[in-house]
């Protein structure tokens, strides 16, 4: 157990609905980290957040969106989904937002099905 | 832009003979590396990492690997495998000096072990 959660563990829905994921940071962590792994994308980060604040941008696409809220938590937002969105989504995160030795931790991930 | 480069996209063997899955990547600066777990069904664990110091690493359940600055490559080894190792690895590296954090992950490597 790495220590961090994320919520819910399985999701199934519609094209063109929108879904929000949720994540908590281990204890002490500042910066959250999100990643899609998809079939065909492989592991691709999308977005990442330091103390509140977007930190870096990946290949996210223009109808996901992401905050952290005060108490650190982060919540990943995917609109308007298409059948393309169904990937496995996870969290990570860190002490530092950047700089040597500052490992990453995994979440459990959450499987996004959309039919 | 940092790139990974795993080049055994399966790799198929039985109980006890030995694993290499081979890892390269494309980043200029001081790096930080990784080799990533994924058991079947399950989330990424970190098998072991690479930030500073003797190049041979060891890691958890056996494994190590051997960070070649000339050759940019962090191979990953165990001279004896067992059923239980059947999953897909992943290479990660990060560069401090770039925005933000991020992992950039290797296209990943399904191992399957027989019995």
């Known amino acids: 157990d790495s220590g961090v959660t994320q919520t819910p563990k399985h999701l199934i829905t519609a094209t063109g609905q929108r879904v929000t994921l949720r994540c908590s940071p281990r204890?002490?962590?500042?910066?959250v980290y999100w990643y899609q792994q998809s079939l065909d994308q492989g592991l691709q980060f999308l977005i990442q957040?330091?103390?509140?604040?977007?930190?870096a941008k990946g290949n996210i696409l223009e109808r996901f969106s992401a905050q952290q809220f005060p108490d650190l938590h982060s919540e990943l937002n995917l609109s308007s989904l298409e059948l393309g969105d169904s990937a496995l989504y996870f969290c990570a995160s860190s002490v530092q937002d950047r700089g040597l030795y500052n490992e990453q931790f995994f979440g459990p991930g959450t499987r996004l099905t959309v039919l | 832009a940092q790139s990974v480069s795993q080049h055994n996209h399966h790799v198929i063997l039985s109980e006890a003979a030995s694993l290499e899955l081979g890892c390269n990547y494309s980043?200029?600066?001081?790096?930080?590396l990784f080799w990533y777990v994924q058991y079947p069904g399950q989330h990424l664990q970190l098998l072991l990492k690479?930030?500073?110091?003797?190049?041979l690493v060891k890691g958890i359940k056996g494994f190590e690997a051997e960070f070649i600055k000339s050759k940019f490559s962090f191979n990953l080894r165990k001279p004896s495998v067992q059923w239980s190792d059947t999953a897909e690895y992943f290479c990660?590296?990060?560069?401090?000096?770039?925005?933000?954090?991020?992992?950039?992950f290797g296209g990943g490597t399904r191992v399957l072990v027989k019995p």
């Open positions: 980043y200029g600066g001081t790096v930080n």
């Open positions: 957040y330091y103390n509140g604040e977007e930190r």
């Open positions: 690479y930030f500073s110091g003797d190049p």
């Open positions: 204890s002490g962590d500042l910066s």
């Open positions: 990660a590296v990060n560069g401090p000096q770039a925005a933000g954090n991020k992992l950039t």
